[in-house]
């Protein structure tokens, strides 16, 4: 849920829109912002500054960077599993400069790009999870939502934010060190 996003394509649609459905747009509008401004107030200040990397398939990795940021995060690394020449088009419109995007890189490939960028989350899928968590990487599992989710929509974003809070400042992290923390 990205909010500035979600209001630009809001008001966007709303210019196609009658003025009655334009009234009822601007409602839901109008009823959601508080609610995502409290999330945005509760979980902000324990995430804002932290970095992601995201190495994803089915869900498209633009769709999340909005919510992210919403949060006060910075993805510094994005890619795809099954990409296409247009997604990484879009992808870049969402993007800071100097984000590191990658495409259908193996295991060993994006374990070693974690190791340098050193994120303080990843999000991806199974196969990855274990790696990451092992190393002592907080993780989210993005592809299903397993344990918890959906991500989308305005209930969504609150149940997304309490997911990467748990991921990242869960005390467990501090029991574990990652590779590079020894060198």
Request: glycine share 10%; aromatic share 12%; charged share 25%.
């Amino acid at each position: 849920m990205d909010l500035r996003r979600s209001r630009h394509r809001c008001v966007k649609l709303q210019a196609t829109l009658t003025t009655r459905s334009r009234k009822g747009a601007e409602r839901v509008i109008a009823k959601y912002k508080p609610l995502m401004q409290a999330v945005i107030d509760k979980y902000k200040p324990r995430l804002a500054g932290k970095t992601v990397m995201l190495f994803v398939g089915g869900l498209r990795p633009r769709h999340v960077i909005g919510a992210y940021e919403d949060l006060g995060m910075e993805v510094v690394g994005t890619g795809y599993e099954f990409g296409h020449n247009d997604d990484y088009q879009r992808t870049t419109h969402y993007v800071k400069d100097g984000t590191l995007i990658y495409d259908d890189v193996t295991g060993y490939e994006f374990e070693k790009f974690v190791e340098k960028v050193q994120p303080d989350l990843v999000g991806s899928g199974i196969k990855e999870k274990y790696v990451f968590q092992k190393m002592g990487v907080p993780f989210r599992q993005m592809h299903s939502w397993d344990y918890s989710g959906p991500y989308h929509g305005y209930d969504g974003f609150a149940i997304f934010a309490r997911d990467m809070d748990m991921a990242i400042n869960n005390p467990i992290w501090g029991l574990t060190k990652t590779p590079w923390a020894n060198s």
